[in-house]
């Protein structure tokens, strides 16, 4: 059902709202004079990532060598009790070169991997930590790490440092062939031989080709690097990182203290609207209704005139009242669902509001109430920051989402990360699983997006 307050315009695609899409890339970033595979050979982070692999073979030894022989010394001492503390040392020894593995990665090859969950003893003493390393299964997913990091290491670093050596010496094969007819008794770098032929790169245009080869090698080097140090990006996260479940249980928990926190910033406001606002004017209604009540046998006219102004903050009261109510939860969205409650709050916006609902059936009241306090949220925005002229809100279904987008055609430039009331909203959400995305360059036009779980 669509209900338009103003002046009509398109669904979603309107005239206005075909601004350019957010593909995550400023416009206004660091532009390079060289393309790509020009400048990859020289950067920077070409040569950490190559660092990271010329490193990754003498760690990966040292790391495959201690595992596999702590590993095997305990199994075999299992026989006596000798065993759990040789195998819970080399757990714990494999989490430790875990957090140099997670320290390098972080600083070569830019990847922010979290602490593992630490480990849970309910006593203290050597037998309760033996017993929660053991029982770790971060510990155990470290000791696979230092397995497999051993042959792959083996692998990338012949790989690259083939790659990387005969690029380079290609490359600058021309500056260096003097070498062989002064020092090595032959024409040039020998390209093939047997016992009656043999090839030299010697002459001008062999050193040309060979140089071009070289520079090909070069370019591709860089991107055969990243390409390996990705694989090596996937197992740090995924060996030595948090596990799922303990992620979670992390992000349960802030969700937990936002709610909380907000629930107590929502107490706050409505008691500081309750004591500034209709207590206010009840305890000044009382105050006047005892003075006429004392006037009204002297001087009945101005007792009269002092009841009809206590009827006026009557009505004042309760209308402060009846808007305090509807910001802790309307009535018309419990009666009558997001559909009628949107669009008593997009009648309320200083522009002309389009409004769209599509939905099967009505998601749970917590939901919905999200929902409608975000779209609420979002009109006030458009209302007193984008001076734009109108305004759509659409909400619907996709699977078990309800999606709710909110656009305008104003000047942009809304940014979560200021600390506006995008952010508390972008917490809000997160407390029920929700995402917010926000799409809003400089020169507008500003398209928001929330996400929420379908809940019946």
């Not at 660091?30 to 010329?54: D, N, T």
């Not at 209604?285 to 101005?302: S, V, W």
């Amino acid at each position: 059902m669509a209900t338009e307050y103003g002046h009509g315009y398109g669904h979603r695609s309107g005239p206005g709202f075909d601004g350019p899409g957010f593909d995550g890339a400023g416009t206004g970033g660091r532009r390079h004079r060289l393309p790509a595979p020009l400048r990859a050979p020289i950067e920077a982070r070409s040569w950490r990532e190559f660092g990271y692999v010329m490193l990754s073979l003498p760690l990966g030894i040292i790391m495959f060598v201690f595992a596999v022989t702590m590993i095997s010394l305990g199994a075999g001492l299992l026989v006596t009790f000798l065993g759990i503390p040789v195998l819970a040392a080399a757990l714990a020894g494999c989490r430790a070169f875990g957090s140099l593995e997670r320290a390098r990665a972080r600083g070569m090859l830019g990847v922010e991997v979290a602490e593992p969950e630490p480990l849970r003893m309910r006593k203290h003493g050597a037998m309760a930590w033996m017993g929660a390393v053991l029982k770790s299964g971060s510990s155990w997913r470290h000791l696979l790490y230092t397995v497999v990091q051993f042959p792959w290491s083996v692998f990338s670093f012949v790989v690259a440092l083939n790659f990387w050596a005969y690029g380079w010496a290609l490359l600058t094969y021309p500056l260096w062939f003097w070498v062989f007819p002064m020092y090595g008794g032959q024409d040039g770098l020998q390209l093939y031989g047997d016992e009656t032929h043999s090839v030299y790169l010697d002459n001008p245009f062999e050193i040309a080709v060979a140089a071009l080869v070289g520079l090909l090698f070069t370019m591709a080097t860089p991107w055969i690097v990243r390409a390996l140090t990705s694989v090596d990006r996937l197992m740090v996260h995924g060996l030595l990182g948090p596990s799922r479940l303990a992620t979670r249980v992390v992000e349960l928990e802030s969700d937990r203290g936002v709610v909380v926190d907000t629930a107590a910033a929502d107490l706050r406001r409505i008691e500081r609207d309750l004591h500034d606002g209709a207590q206010a004017r009840l305890v000044a209604l009382a105050m006047d209704l005892g003075l006429a009540k004392e006037k009204l046998t002297e001087d009945p006219e101005a007792a009269a005139r002092m009841v009809d102004e206590a009827h006026g903050e009557v009505k004042t009261a309760l209308q402060e009242l009846r808007d305090l109510a509807r910001g802790i939860h309307p009535a018309v969205l419990t009666d009558r669902g997001l559909d009628a409650a949107l669009s008593a709050v997009a009648s309320r916006c200083t522009v002309p509001v389009q409004v769209e609902v599509d939905l099967p059936a009505r998601p749970a009241p917590a939901i919905e109430g999200i929902a409608y306090f975000t779209v609420s949220e979002l009109l006030q925005n458009i209302s007193k920051h984008s001076r734009a002229t109108r305004a759509t809100v659409d909400v619907w279904r996709v699977e078990n989402r309800l999606m709710i987008q909110v656009g305008d055609n104003g000047v942009g430039g809304a940014d979560v990360s200021e600390g506006s009331g995008l952010a508390g909203l972008t917490d809000r959400l997160d407390a029920v699983d929700g995402i917010l995305v926000v799409d809003s360059p400089p020169a507008g036009p500003t398209r928001i997006t929330a996400e929420l779980p379908w809940r019946g």
